[in-house]
């Protein structure tokens, strides 16, 4: 009888395995409940009685009231806790309910005091408690969890599986008596380190079946029963946690990394510390004498395997990586070094790099926007259908401290101006406000009026520092090597008596354009002052001079500076009239004409408008797409109460951002993710910032996100999306996406050089973090016999 009872196990756990899917499994649960089976041969019986403790909707709610059924039959315990409501979990959101009605077939309705979201059917239905109110607990291996009083009263009694911060942990026994959960566990470690649950944590219950099978054996007056209780936790389905990789290179290049593609390395002593030292180049392809490295990271030897997170995520490839780059002996006066990205087997890629150009620097031209500029810039190699690489987008490094700024959005005391030089509103570089010599229109003939700083700069704690502005201009070009009308910028060291020029301009640019002009040589010095004059001839006037956004700051720290990409890829949804309920990141959105499904990866990009005003619009990114969106459908959520308008639908495309910090930090740390003030990261540190900016605070200040100063608008695949709290950050492109199926196996990481002083570079602290599930396969935990 017992051995025919053991039978009724093997055969429950054979039909749930081998169903094809969520719903056959609890079909086939459903279809067994208070069934008997005989054995081959008439050789012993059983008969199953499977108690679940999950539920699945059976249809959409109406009003107040969610239908939902038992997979099975409805133990005692479990009706009459549900009765005195309590919490549940749907699709990835926690709803608290006031009661239950459970009638026969197993059907159980659960009423709440408000109207339920939109939830189809068979959907799964999971209990939730709470911990404690009022403190955090500590949780160790074979430990305990405190709950709130009564709410765990829907929970098995021994061997159940609960998640609680997005981790799924084993409990042996639920203590009601005491409202805990005792020996604690995590079934996928099983050196589980301590962890923290906060006050009031949900804490929900992972699908559980109480399993009661009767083998009979023998017939008649000579047969013997035995009835067996097997405490069943579900297979626990994959899911993803963010997991680090952090190389020191204490180990031997080939630990982590493939051979180098381009160059050479070597690891070496520099400073205290080891590093990845460039110390050899190879000829790249574009101009004559443009030189590079390359080495690509192996992603199989560290724990963030690549591969998994792909397919988990419906083939789609998301991660933040960043590295240290450093010089050695010393910063030269040209550079490019960084991370490769999208990195494929035929040799495409992204890139995120320092760089500063010049003139015979060993860097190919179409990746150096302007020369003699500090910057960080997103770039991208091609070779279909030909070879190219281009810059995408830049952003110029100003250093720290800044000793002069002016955005001329604060009024014009920092200027003493000649007229008729003066403040417009008509033209600018930045929010609204420029300077210009002719506010009318054409500047006059014969004249000499200048814009000068009114106070006196100090600089004398310095001996090199950068003097950078924004201008346009049209002003009477030269002929042959006259100069008939001119702007020039100028310096003066003694408050205005004696001035030098630095350069100046003539002829037409018409766009907004950068300058950095190295002042180095006229520091230390108390007493700067800066103009922009304009001087005319006697005959021809043109438009004139536009200023905007003066600045003097000292060096970039590009030494030992941290560059980091944030690359996401998706399918997207652009969306309007969105709210009054927030679209969130990781809940499961639904086409209400097309069926097309996807779930919510990271927090919606609004463009315009808000949530609250029901008006919001802007960018949905999904990833495990099924089907395809389809324009002016609406957008449910399941299990929330969100929709939104479809106004468009893109497959797959690469959202990148990029974040930079640098050894010292500057100032004091804050919440403004795009100011200069932020904390350090020395070497033997890695941080990473807040995966939303709404997170941003002083303790997780390490790093300026990037606003990019210009995108390459030739570059018909990069757009630049408006976005309301990440401004001018955003870059969509798709021209290098992964594989939309089969098994992902490009290097997809490296680390890259261009230019003559390669050889002066060295890497430090490359770390990469990514959501990778923590099984590929489903963790069967064994049952529990009573």
């Given amino acids: 009888a017992y051995y025919s009872a053991e039978s009724g196990y093997r055969y429950t756990k054979g039909q749930y395995d081998n169903a094809a899917d969520e719903n056959a499994k609890d079909s086939a649960l459903e279809a067994m409940h208070n069934k008997t089976f005989t054995l081959l041969g008439n050789d012993g019986k059983f008969t199953l009685e499977i108690y679940p403790y999950y539920f699945k909707t059976t249809e959409a709610p109406t009003g107040n009231t969610l239908k939902t059924k038992v997979p099975g039959g409805v133990l005692s315990e479990l009706k009459n806790a549900v009765e005195n409501g309590g919490y549940l979990k749907i699709a990835g959101h926690v709803y608290q309910y006031t009661s239950a009605s459970v009638t026969s077939y197993s059907i159980v309705t659960f009423t709440k005091s408000s109207n339920w979201p939109y939830i189809p059917e068979n959907t799964d239905v999971l209990s939730v408690a709470k911990s404690k109110a009022g403190e955090a607990q500590i949780v160790s291996k074979g430990g305990s969890l405190t709950l709130e009083a009564g709410t765990p009263d829907a929970f098995p009694s021994r061997n159940g599986t609960v998640q609680v911060n997005g981790h799924i942990y084993s409990y042996k026994q639920l203590d009601l008596a005491n409202n805990q959960l005792t020996g604690i566990e995590d079934p996928s470690d099983p050196n589980m380190p301590s962890f923290t649950v906060a006050s009031n944590t949900d804490i929900t219950l992972q699908k559980f079946v109480k399993l009661h099978s009767t083998g009979t054996f023998g017939q008649g007056s000579a047969a013997t029963s035995r009835e067996i209780v097997y405490h069943v936790p579900l297979p626990i389905l994959p899911y993803a946690e963010k997991v680090e990789f952090h190389e020191t290179f204490e180990e031997p290049i080939t630990t982590h990394w493939k051979a180098p593609t381009l160059g050479s390395h070597a690891v070496k002593t520099i400073g205290d510390d080891k590093a990845l030292k460039v110390t050899g180049t190879g000829s790249v392809r574009g101009g004559a004498g443009d030189v590079g490295s390359l080495i690509a990271l192996e992603w199989k030897t560290t724990e963030v395997k690549l591969g998994k997170a792909h397919k988990f995520a419906g083939h789609f490839l998301s991660y933040d990586a960043q590295v240290k780059v450093g010089f050695n002996p010393s910063v030269p006066s040209t550079y490019m070094a960084g991370i490769s990205f999208r990195l494929d087997n035929d040799g495409n890629s992204y890139g995120i790099s320092y760089l500063r150009g010049g003139s015979s620097d060993g860097i190919p031209d179409d990746l150096v926007p302007l020369n003699n500029w500090p910057m960080v810039i997103l770039w991208q190699q091609t070779n279909a259908p030909s070879f190219q690489r281009k810059w995408l987008a830049y952003k110029h490094l100003t250093g720290r401290p800044v000793f002069f700024t002016d955005d001329m959005e604060s009024g014009k005391s920092k200027w003493q101006a000649d007229r008729p030089w003066d403040q417009i509103t008509s033209d600018s570089h930045s929010k609204t406000h420029s300077w210009t010599d002719s506010p009318g229109g054409s500047y006059a003939n014969n004249i000499d009026i200048s814009l000068t700083t009114s106070q006196p700069i100090d600089l004398s704690g310095i001996s090199s520092a950068t003097l950078s502005f924004w201008h346009k201009y049209d002003i009477e070009p030269k002929f042959l090597s006259l100069w008939w009308d001119w702007g020039a910028v100028e310096i003066s060291t003694d408050g205005g008596r004696h001035w030098t020029r630095l350069t100046r301009y003539e ?170 003030s932020k904390c350090g990261n020395p070497r033997g540190e890695v941080h990473w910032p807040p995966d939303e900016v709404e997170d941003w605070a002083p303790d997780n200040d390490y790093f300026t996100l990037i606003q990019w100063d210009a995108i390459n608008t030739s570059v018909g695949s990069v757009a630049l999306i408006p976005s309301l709290s990440e401004p001018n950050a955003i870059i969509r492109t798709n021209a290098i996406t992964t594989p939309s199926s089969g098994t992902f196996d490009w290097p997809e990481l490296g680390l890259h050089t261009f230019g003559t002083n390669s050889t002066n570079v060295y890497f430090d602290d490359f770390a990469l973090q990514a959501e990778v599930p923590i099984s590929p396969e489903p963790i069967h935990l064994p049952p529990i016999q009573e």
């Fill in 507 to 676: 002829g037409n640019q018409s766009t907004w354009t950068n300058v950095a002009l190295d002042i180095s040589d006229y520091l230390p010095s108390n007493n700067v002052k800066i103009r922009f004059k304009l001087h005319t001839d006697f005959s021809v006037v043109y438009d004139g001079w536009y200023i905007d956004d003066v600045k003097i700051a000292a060096d970039f720290p590009v030494n030992e500076a941290t560059v980091l990409v944030r690359v996401k890829e998706a399918a997207s949804v652009e969306f309007k009239n969105g709210g009054p309920t927030p679209i969130e990141d990781g809940d499961k959105v639904m086409g209400e004409t097309t069926g097309a499904q996807g779930t919510v990866r990271g927090t919606p990009i609004l463009s315009s408008g808000s949530w609250a005003a029901a008006n919001a619009a802007g960018i949905i990114t999904l990833n495990k797409v099924t089907g395809t969106f389809q324009n002016g459908e609406t957008l449910l959520v399941i299990g929330s109460s969100a929709t939104a308008t479809v106004q468009g639908y893109r497959g797959r495309d690469d959202y990148i951002k990029a974040y930079y910090g640098d050894l010292s930090g500057y100032g004091t740390a804050n919440a403004n993710p795009f100011d200069y």
